[in-house]
C-alpha cells in the first residue's frame, strides 16, 4: 500500500500510484473544508480569530511540502496572516505573509499584508520593499500604490526627524567642547523658574553667548540678560542698566543702588560638576524629543567621567567671590572654585545699603 511506502520512495505501480492520488485528494479536500471553515470563523468576529487562525494552521498542515509555486498554500498563509494581523500578532503575520509571498509572487493580498506587518513592526524600508514588489507585480494597483505613499511618508518624517536630532547632538557636542577648552564646570539648574531652559550658544566666530542671572538677594529680585558674550565685560552692561537716565528700581526706596554703588557677587564651593555625559544631556534637554535620543551617545565616554578640569568641590556655605568689572564674563565663569548652576548667576547688592554689612559678613544665606 501506498500509505505504507518510504517517504521520498517513487510508487512502483499503477495501484500505488492510484493510492497517492486518492490520498492527495482527500487531503485536498480536507484543506478546502479548513480554509472555508476558517473563512467563517472570520466573518463571526473578532471573538472567533484564534478558531480561524487554527482553521488555516490545519488546513496548511493537509498541504504537504511546501515548494514553490503553491498558489493554494500562498493563500492560506495570506489568510493566516490577514487574521494575525487583527489579532494584533504582528510578527507571525509578517511570517506568514512572507510565506504566502515565496509560494506565489502574484499573490498581491500577501504582499499588502506582508506591507502592514512590516510597517506595524516599524521596519519601514522592508514595507516599502513589499509595496514596491506588488506593484510590479500589478503597476496599476491602487491599494499598494496608496499604502507605499503612506509608509514613504512616514520614512521622510523619520528621516527629517533623524536629521534634526543628529544635527542637535553635533551642536551639543560643539558647546560641550568649547565649554571644556575653557576649563568651565556647569552643575545641576538653579532658579529655573527664572531662567526657563536658556541655554548658551556658539556662535560662528566661537564665542559663547551665556545667558545670566543678576539677583538682588536684599529682596530677592531679579534680572535676566539673556544674551551676555563670554567676551564683554560687566561694567559694559551694568553701565546700560544703571545709567543716569534708567529709572530706578521699583522696590530700591532709598535709591540705594546706584551705578556707582552696586557689587557683583558669586557663590563658590556650591555644588558638583557635570560629568561629560550628563553635560551633553543637560544640553540636549529642549532642543529634541528625549525620547528620540539614541540610548548611547557617540562621544561619550561613560557615565562618571568628568569634563577637564573639573573636580567636586567641598560645599563652603557664604563663601562669596566678589566679581570684579572690568573682568570679562569668561574671566568670572573660570574662577577654579565656582560651578556655573546650569546658567550663570551673580548677586548684586549695593554699599549703600545696610544689607550689605550683613551679606560680606556671611549673615545671609538663600532662602
Not at 27 to 48: D, I, L, T
Not at 189 to 214: C, F, M, N, R, S
Not at 257 to 277: H, V
Request: proline letters at 6%; aromatic letters at 8%; charged letters at 30%.
Amino acid at each position: 500500500m501506498a500509505l505504507l511506502m518510504e517517504p521520498g520512495s517513487e510508487p512502483l505501480t499503477e495501484g500505488e500510484k492510484a493510492d497517492l492520488d486518492a490520498i492527495a485528494a482527500i487531503k485536498e479536500s480536507a484543506a478546502r473544508e479548513y480554509r472555508e471553515e476558517g473563512n467563517q470563523f472570520v466573518k463571526k468576529g473578532r471573538k472567533h480569530y484564534p478558531d480561524a487562525v487554527d482553521c488555516y494552521t490545519k488546513a496548511i498542515a493537509q498541504m504537504g511540502a511546501l515548494s514553490a509555486p503553491n498558489p493554494d498554500a500562498s493563500v492560506l498563509f495570506a489568510n493566516r496572516a490577514h487574521v494575525n494581523l487583527l489579532l494584533g500578532n504582528h510578527r507571525r503575520a509578517l511570517d506568514d505573509a512572507q510565506q504566502a509571498v515565496r509560494l506565489s509572487p502574484s499573490n498581491l493580498k500577501a504582499h499588502y499584508r506582508a506591507a502592514k506587518a512590516a510597517l506595524a513592526l516599524d521596519q519601514l524600508p522592508q514595507a516599502a520593499s513589499f509595496c514596491r514588489r506588488g506593484l510590479e507585480q500589478d503597476p496599476a494597483n491602487e491599494e499598494l500604490k496608496k499604502f507605499l505613499a503612506q509608509v514613504e511618508a512616514q520614512q521622510r518624517e523619520r528621516d527629517l526627524k533623524r536629521a534634526k536630532v543628529e544635527q542637535a547632538i553635533s551642536a551639543a557636542k560643539d558647546l560641550a567642547a568649547a565649554i571644556e577648552k575653557r576649563g568651565l564646570r556647569l552643575g545641576k539648574a538653579a532658579y529655573q523658574e527664572l531662567t526657563g531652559v536658556k541655554k548658551p550658544k556658539l556662535d560662528e566666530q566661537g564665542v559663547l553667548h551665556w545667558p545670566v542671572l543678576l539677583l538682588y538677594p536684599e529682596v530677592m529680585s531679579s534680572d535676566f540678560i539673556e544674551d551676555f558674550p563670554e567676551t564683554d565685560m560687566f561694567s559694559d552692561h551694568l553701565d546700560l542698566m544703571f545709567s543716569e537716565s534708567s529709572p530706578p528700581l521699583p522696590w530700591d526706596e532709598n535709591h540705594a543702588y546706584t551705578r556707582d554703588a552696586i557689587e557683583l557677587y558669586c557663590q563658590a564651593g556650591d555644588g558638583t560638576p557635570f560629568s561629560k555625559s550628563e553635560l551633553l544631556k543637560y544640553l540636549l534637554e529642549g532642543t529634541v524629543d528625549s525620547g528620540s535620543l539614541p540610548e548611547s551617545l557617540d562621544g561619550e565616554d561613560g557615565e562618571h567621567d568628568t569634563v577637564k578640569g573639573s573636580t567636586a568641590i567641598s560645599p563652603s556655605q557664604g563663601k562669596w567671590i566678589k566679581v570684579r568689572e572690568g573682568k570679562t564674563l569668561q574671566e568670572a565663569l573660570q574662577h577654579k572654585d565656582y560651578i556655573i548652576p546650569a546658567v550663570p548667576v551673580f548677586f548684586v547688592v549695593s554699599r549703600k545699603s545696610a544689607f550689605h554689612s550683613k551679606f560680606k559678613a556671611g549673615n545671609w544665606s538663600l532662602p
